[in-house]
T-cell receptor, first 114, second 112 residues
Framework: SAVISQKPSRDICQRGTSLTIQCQVDSQVTMMFWYRQQPGQSLTLIATANQGSEATYESGFVIDKFPISRPNLTFSTLTVSNMSPEDSSIYLC???????????FGPGTRLTVL | GQSLEQPSEVTAVEGAIVQINCTYQTSGFYGLSWYQQHDGGAPTFLSY????GLEETGRFSSFLSRSDSYGYLLLQELQMKDSASYFCAVRDAAGGGNKLTFGTGTQLKVEL
C-alpha cells in the first residue's frame, strides 16, 4: 500500500485566481493520477503524471487549465488555473499498486471557487 | 469509449445482505474493481476481479462475468459503518492498461 498526503486539504478561492495542489507519496511510483470529483458525482480522471515527461490529459482537460508538474518519483502538483465556480470540486491524487490492479488515493483537496 | 452503470441508491437494514450491480461497456477489458468512499473521505480499494467468478474478502464478495460485461459487489451482515458510496471501476487497454474508469456510484444507506 501507499500513504499519500495532499496540501491544502481545502481552500476557498476567488474566480480568476489559480491554486496549486501538492501530492506527496511515501514511496517511489512511476505514475501518479489526478482526479476530479464534483459534489455527489463519480471520479473523473484529469491526467496521468509521469516523472520526466509531460502529463497525459484525458478528453476535456487541457494543460493550460490544469498544468501538472512531476519533479520526482514521490511528488506531483496540479494547478487549477483561472478558476471559475464550475471548478469547485474535490481534487484527488492517486497511485497504482503493484500490477495496477488497485489504486491508493490521497485524502483530497476540497476547492470552493466564489 | 467506456461506460459503467450502477444503481444510484440502495437501502438495506443492518444485518441484511445487499448486492450492488455494475454493467460496463469497454474494449480491451483487463478487470473490474470496487471502491468504497465514505462522505468526506477518500476512495478505498475493496476488490479486483480479472477472471469470471466470485472473490471473497471477509463480509465483502465481488463477482464478474466477462461474457455479460457485468459484475456485482455483495455485502453481507451489513453494519451501519457500511453506509457509503460504492464505485465500480474498469481497467482496460485505454492508456496502456494503467488507468481506471469509474462508474456512476451507488450510495448505500444502512438502516436499523
Amino acid at each position: 500500500s501507499a500513504v499519500i498526503s495532499q496540501k491544502p486539504s481545502r481552500d476557498i478561492c476567488q474566480r480568476g485566481t489559480s491554486l496549486t495542489i501538492q501530492c506527496q507519496v511515501d514511496s517511489q511510483v512511476t505514475m501518479m493520477f489526478w482526479y476530479r470529483q464534483q459534489p455527489g458525482q463519480s471520479l473523473t480522471l484529469i491526467a496521468t503524471a509521469n516523472q520526466g515527461s509531460e502529463a497525459t490529459y484525458e478528453s476535456g482537460f487541457v494543460i493550460d487549465k490544469f498544468p501538472i508538474s512531476r519533479p520526482n518519483l514521490t511528488f506531483s502538483t496540479l494547478t487549477v488555473s483561472n478558476m471559475s465556480p464550475e471548478d469547485s470540486s474535490i481534487y484527488l491524487c492517486s497511485v497504482a499498486g503493484t500490477g495496477y490492479n488497485e489504486q491508493f488515493f490521497g485524502p483530497g483537496t476540497r476547492l470552493t471557487v466564489l | 469509449g467506456q461506460s459503467l452503470e450502477q444503481p444510484s441508491e440502495v437501502t438495506a437494514v443492518e444485518g441484511a445482505i445487499v448486492q450492488i450491480n455494475c454493467t460496463y461497456q469497454t474494449s480491451g477489458f483487463y478487470g473490474l474493481s470496487w471502491y468504497q468512499q465514505h462522505d468526506g473521505g477518500a476512495p478505498t480499494f475493496l476488490s479486483y476481479n480479472a477472471l469470471d467468478g466470485l472473490e471473497e474478502t471477509g463480509r465483502f464478495s465481488s463477482f464478474l462475468s466477462r461474457s455479460d460485461s457485468y459484475g456485482y459487489l455483495l455485502l453481507q451482515e451489513l453494519q451501519m459503518k457500511d453506509s457509503a458510496s460504492y464505485f465500480c471501476a474498469v481497467r482496460d487497454a485505454a492508456g496502456g492498461g494503467n488507468k481506471l474508469t469509474f462508474g456512476t456510484g451507488t450510495q448505500l444507506k444502512v438502516e436499523l
